[in-house]
């Protein structure tokens, strides 16, 4: 059985330790810069827009998590959720928390009358693509991720910069 609850501060080291685990899993095990300090400000800071959703056991031991935004669909006029991380620790795994980790986003987002619940998955997981189209979901197949970062997204950052200068100067 599995219990879905909020996260709390006391949760930040478990899931930051799942982040690590779930990088390693990924194959970018040096890619998590993420700290403390910093999960617990984007979680539990002044103005959180970052929430973690936990899975424990019947014991109270956590077995997973979710963490997951808003995201908003100009078509439709209202908010989605967007699953950034679902983790569950792989002694767990088949024991339904990921399942139950996902049913809750999804009343989350009926409840809240969102008109939607979406994630990426890496091509290769195909453990989790076939756990993910068996609940229901389904793949955007016409739809590819895009995404500026590091250098590239500094440079054409600081081109803003530079046009918002030359317009100011007329």
């Given at each position: 059985m599995?219990v879905?609850?909020?996260?709390?501060?006391d949760d930040v080291?478990?899931?930051l330790?799942?982040?690590?685990d779930?990088?390693?899993?990924?194959?970018?095990?040096?890619?998590v810069?993420?700290?403390p300090a910093?999960?617990?400000?984007?979680?539990f800071?002044?103005?959180?827009?970052?929430?973690?959703?936990?899975?424990?056991?019947s014991a109270?031991?956590?077995?997973?998590?979710a963490?997951?935004?808003?995201?908003?669909?100009?078509w439709?006029?209202v908010?989605g959720?967007?699953?950034e991380?679902l983790?569950v620790i792989?002694?767990a795994r088949?024991?339904?928390?990921g399942?139950?980790l996902?049913?809750?986003?999804?009343a989350t987002?009926?409840e809240?009358?969102?008109?939607?619940?979406?994630?990426?998955?890496?091509?290769?997981?195909?453990p989790?693509?076939?756990?993910?189209?068996n609940?229901?979901?389904?793949?955007?197949?016409e739809?590819?991720?895009?995404r500026?970062?590091?250098?590239?997204?500094?440079a054409?950052?600081?081109k803003?910069?530079q046009?918002?200068e030359a317009l100011?100067r007329?």
């Open positions: 599995s879905i609850r909020p996260a709390t501060v080291p478990a899931i330790r799942m982040i690590h779930l990088a390693i899993y990924e194959k970018e095990p040096d890619a810069k993420n700290t910093m999960l617990t400000e984007v979680l800071g002044e103005n959180p827009r970052v929430y973690a959703t936990m899975a424990e056991n109270g031991t956590v077995q997973g998590f963490l997951w935004f808003l995201n908003y669909s100009t439709e006029g908010h959720i967007y699953l991380d983790y792989p002694d088949g024991e339904g928390h399942k139950a996902l049913q809750h986003l999804a987002a009926v809240r009358g969102y008109a939607r619940v979406e994630w990426s998955v890496l091509d290769w997981n195909e989790s693509i076939k756990f993910y189209k609940l229901g979901a389904f793949p955007m197949e739809w590819s991720t895009f500026l970062t590091g250098g590239a997204l500094e054409f950052g600081s803003a910069g046009a918002n100011a007329g």
